[in-house]
């Protein structure tokens, strides 16, 4: 579904942050990018969500037989491409419902069907508040406006719900929880587990993944994955932290 | 609703028939200003001296006047002289004789806002024929109006059919030499509208000037004069929803609402005038003076104004709360794109005890355009519990344009409470991705920001204006971003 080959990336007329990344991600897996401050991976995340700002210097992106970069990043997303931000965007005066309702139908339009009934729209939002523990105030809330960190986080899982990408990318959707929300969240993105869906999460820290089991975890460091490995890598790294398999790399 | 869009469709097909009586039209007074172009135009409109010599003292109590320098816009001198100040109704002869005739870019701007074909003739000045029969249709609102003891008439129809009622109160809001340009308004007004609701009543239905098709075309100079008796309640829509290309450069208008005892009067407008192109060439100068007074006790009168036209915009509807327990309301979108330049906001003069006043303003600024909030709240002595909030937002798209606000605040009154709350915005990058990541292109990113930021100001909107004030805008700001 997505072959990451030698990607390498910097901000704009900046510092080299992407330095060589090799991934690849099949439908159906769980991937897990963990690694300390400054290694990269919001960066990669930026980069494979399309956000300006960022030159890819090398390497190639290879997303379900599409060159990634020749794609828009609205196209990205209607194709299935989701971004969950480590930090949700407030959008004053845009309620909640009408972002996924635009959004739902611009992917619906993308692919040549017609607009949701909103009637049936409603009641498929109305499932996926119950996952996430939401009320359904939050569809009447201004984006992400006045939000607590948790309630931020767990809309973009919604969003995820609704918008059912065929890749999910999850950047450090753990940060900011308190347990209860940890677990509401969890639960989220394990609803969107399924054998024709992929998800990566990026993240700092073990404890997601005891809630979120992945079948891959990378350690990326200084821009590059310098090891990859099952699900007990994320455990090895709890025992020893970055600075050991870091050096072990080295 | 008798506004619905069928039928607005219906009315602009034909020619109006009230108002200007026939063997004025199409004449044209030669550039110039002076006491015989006066004459000229109150005698060619047949109107009675008292409103002869109102003209007359307007204009020489305007020969003493200077024109205002304060606002924050720029423009070359206007030569007073150069202007015909007879211009309507407009000659047919040297206007496009069809649409193929008319600026292919004004076509594709009616295009996106949805502009029904033979409807876009209209706007853009085609001397189009009338093809439709929808004669019955004023005539059933007029009926309507009529039952229910409401005049809605143009400006001249009531100096001949009501001239008790304008010599009343005609210039008892904004006085013949209230400033410089009303009182050039005041010398040499072509036509308007005039409203007048008798006790008790509630206008049956929203008045627009989608029904008085020709105050559309009588130019520069126009007066309106809305007067809301006892208990009694009215919804004003001005306006043309859809761009208008003017030859003339200098649009002038007065207003003035009157709202007695228990009367409430919404006067909501969409203003798209022309506003020059990207470079600022052309546009309208439209250096509009409107005043409400609430009157009566327990009296409202609301403002809600939606600016996108013109290349400068001078304008402050205001509202002077006499009644104790009065109320005005001031609820504004002012966008400028390319070279505009605004300077509009309000006055809020609290006199009445008890009187209350809210002023939203979201101000939106893009390309080089200059944007600037002028506002202010005065508490007089005597207005004892008076109560102001003043909320004004800006909103900058691109780093080459200006926001500015300008509150003044007076206060003579211990137990006043005011209010200000003052933001400013740019639509963030952060935001146009978080966006574009959902799926939703980047001009629909833009539109959804914008509209959210006016969402107060739209929410006062009746509905089908608010449905084409959020197209409007996202025609106005088109390539403000990217």
């Known amino acids: 579904m997505l072959k990451i080959q030698n990607l390498q990336a910097r901000v704009e007329n900046g510092t080299q942050i992407l330095k060589g990344i090799d991934l690849e991600v099949k439908a159906g897996e769980v991937h897990a990018i963990m690694g300390p401050n400054g290694s990269g991976k919001s960066t990669l995340c930026q980069v494979l969500g399309g956000r300006d700002g960022y030159e890819v210097t090398g390497g190639s992106v290879d997303y379900l037989g599409q060159d990634l970069f020749e794609l828009e990043t609205e196209e990205r997303a209607r194709e299935g491409l989701l971004l969950g931000f480590q930090y949700p965007v407030e959008i004053p005066g845009v309620k909640n419902i009408y972002l996924l309702k635009e959004a739902y139908n611009a992917q619906r339009k993308h692919r040549g069907e017609p607009e949701a009934d909103t009637f049936q729209f409603l009641k498929l939002v109305r499932e996926k508040l119950n996952t996430m523990q939401m009320d359904e105030s939050f569809l009447h809330r201004a984006v992400n406006v006045g939000f607590s960190g948790g309630e931020k986080k767990r809309n973009e899982i919604l969003q995820m719900l609704v918008l059912e990408p065929r890749l999910a990318l999850l950047d450090e959707t753990d940060s900011g929880l308190d347990i209860d929300a940890l677990k509401v969240v969890s639960e989220g993105v394990n609803k969107l587990r399924s054998p024709d869906r992929a998800i990566v999460l990026v993240t700092h820290y073990q404890r997601l993944l005891s809630h979120i089991e992945p079948d891959f975890v990378h350690v990326l460091s200084d821009g590059r994955i310098i090891k990859s490995g099952d699900k007990t890598l994320a455990h090895e790294l709890e025992r020893n932290g970055y600075h050991g398999i870091i050096e072990e790399a080295a | 609703m008798s506004t619905q869009p069928h039928d607005v469709e219906q009315l602009i097909k034909r020619e109006y028939k009230y108002g200007f009586s026939t063997d004025i039209d199409q004449e044209i007074l030669p550039p110039g200003l002076n006491e015989d172009v006066i004459r000229a135009i109150s005698a060619k409109k047949g109107e009675p001296e008292f409103m002869l010599n109102w003209r007359l003292e307007a204009y020489r109590h305007w020969l003493t006047m200077k024109e205002p320098s304060w606002a ?411």
């Open chain 2, 72 to 482: 924050h816009v720029h423009y070359p001198k206007i030569d007073y002289q150069a202007v015909s100040y007879y211009a309507a109704p407009k000659s047919k002869e040297d206007a496009p004789k069809s649409l193929d005739e008319v600026d292919p870019k004004l076509l594709e701007t009616y295009e996106k806002l949805g502009i029904p074909l033979h409807e876009r003739a209209r706007l853009a000045g085609v001397a189009v024929d009338a093809v439709f029969d929808s004669v019955s249709v004023t005539t059933t609102f007029k009926e309507k109006l009529g039952e229910a003891g409401v005049i809605f008439c143009s400006f001249s129809e009531a100096v001949h059919n009501h001239p008790e009622l304008v010599q009343k109160y005609l210039g008892t809001v904004v006085p013949a030499g209230d400033n410089y340009f009303a009182a050039l308004n005041a010398a040499v007004f072509s036509d308007g509208s005039f409203v007048y609701i008798p006790k008790g009543v509630r206008c049956p239905m929203e008045l627009s000037t989608y029904f008085r098709i020709n105050a559309m075309d009588t130019g520069q100079f126009e007066r309106t004069l809305i007067i809301a008796e006892e208990g009694s309640h009215v919804s004003y829509l001005e306006g043309c929803t859809a761009p208008q290309r003017d030859r003339n450069q200098l649009h002038a208008a007065v207003v003035e609402l009157i709202a007695l005892d228990d009367a409430e009067i919404k006067y909501s407008t969409v203003q798209n005038w022309y506003p020059g192109d990207e470079e600022g060439k052309g546009g309208i100068y439209n250096f509009v003076t409107k005043r409400g007074e609430c009157r009566g006790r327990n009296s409202k009168i609301s403002w809600t104004q939606v600016e996108a036209g013109s290349a400068i915009t001078w304008k402050y509807p205001s509202c002077i709360l006499l009644g104790d327990n009065s109320v005005g309301e001031f609820y504004s979108v002012a966008v400028g794109n390319n070279m505009q330049q605004i300077d509009s906001g309000t006055k809020m003069i609290h006199v009445g005890k008890n009187t209350h006043s809210t002023i939203i303003s979201k101000g939106i600024s893009a390309g080089r355009a200059n944007n600037a909030y002028r506002g202010l709240v005065k508490v007089t002595g005597g207005a004892d519990g008076a109560r102001n909030y003043t909320q004004c937002d800006s909103l900058l798209l691109g780093d080459r344009c200006g926001a500015h606000t300008y509150p003044y605040i007076e206060v003579k009154n211990p137990s006043a409470q005011v209010e200000h709350e003052a933001t400013t915005s740019k639509i963030g990058d952060d935001q146009i991705f978080y966006l574009k990541q959902r799926g939703i292109s980047e001009e629909d990113a833009v539109n959804m920001i914008v509209n959210g930021f006016c969402k107060e100001v739209f929410g006062e909107l009746p509905m089908e204006f608010a449905v084409e004030a959020q197209a409007l805008l996202a025609v106005s700001l088109e390539g403000a971003v990217g």
